[in-house]
């Protein structure tokens, strides 16, 4: 429980549960919100609540984040329990427990808690996935004490760039090009947009790619070890949100082996996306 705001505990041992390591393990998340006597408003209040808290912990936590999509989503899924006779069945997205109340009275007893890992050693590897069970950092409850005291302004600017880092999640499977823009929107969202100017000639000051450098350097200790990706990231932004370029895996995403480019590309956006949480939880300390 995390300051009697909200808590994340395990669906019932009975609820369907994904047996592999590597999946989309469901929880269930309580929190506090003003309630009201009309469904609308109380859904809609419900749904603001949620998705902020998941929003901020897809930056706190290394674990992917989210909750249920905004519209119903159908699609065509494999039926494979029977290996020699496979089928599709046209069905829609979606995960749903039986008996489950959408409003309690008070938060549920917890039952095991979560581990807390030092933070040093919880980022030591990066916004890695992990195949154990799920952990945050020792300090997740100053990072979202910082996150609910921040000013109005900068609360703004850091809920958009968290908006921009969680749909990168989203993108990332049907667009590498797309996602890259995210990812990197998340950081512009904090940056400062002011135009100085010279006083001599009236022209500005300093150019968004420096902006944008400086930033990195700012909030990403270890940014001079890694001047491929210092000297490319934006200019790669500008080129693909542009219309100049795309990554090979959107252009050709039948080239499974298309060589030295596509290993550099794919390469800049793990990595990439490794400097973009840095960033954004150094930006949270410091403010």
Known sequence: ML???FQIIPVPNEA?????ALGDHPFILQFKYLS??????NQTRRTEQATKYT???NVISKSRVFKSPR??????????ADLDNWSSEWTQEGYILKNFENEVKNFSEP???????????YYNRGHVRSTSDFELPDDVEIMLDKIFSLDLEKYKKFEIACTWFSQNQYLWPHSSSAAFIAIISSLESLMDKSGEKCKCCGQP?????KKFSKFLKDYVPDIDKMPYEENLIYKTRSDLAHGADLFLSDLEPWGFFS?????????LQRNTYQIVATALLNWLKKN
């Open 205 to 209: 000051k300093y150019s968004i790619t």
């Open 71 to 80: 519209y119903n989503t159908n699609f065509w899924a494999l039926k494979t």
């Open 55 to 57: 929003r901020f912990l």
């Open 16 to 20: 369907p549960q994904v047996s592999y």
């Open 111 to 121: 039952g095991d808690l979560i581990k807390l890992t030092a933070s040093d050693i």
């Open 3 to 5: 300051k009697n705001i």
């Open 259 to 267: 060589g030295n480019q596509k290993i550099n590309q794919d390469s």
């Open 36 to 41: 009201s006597p009309d469904f609308v408003i």
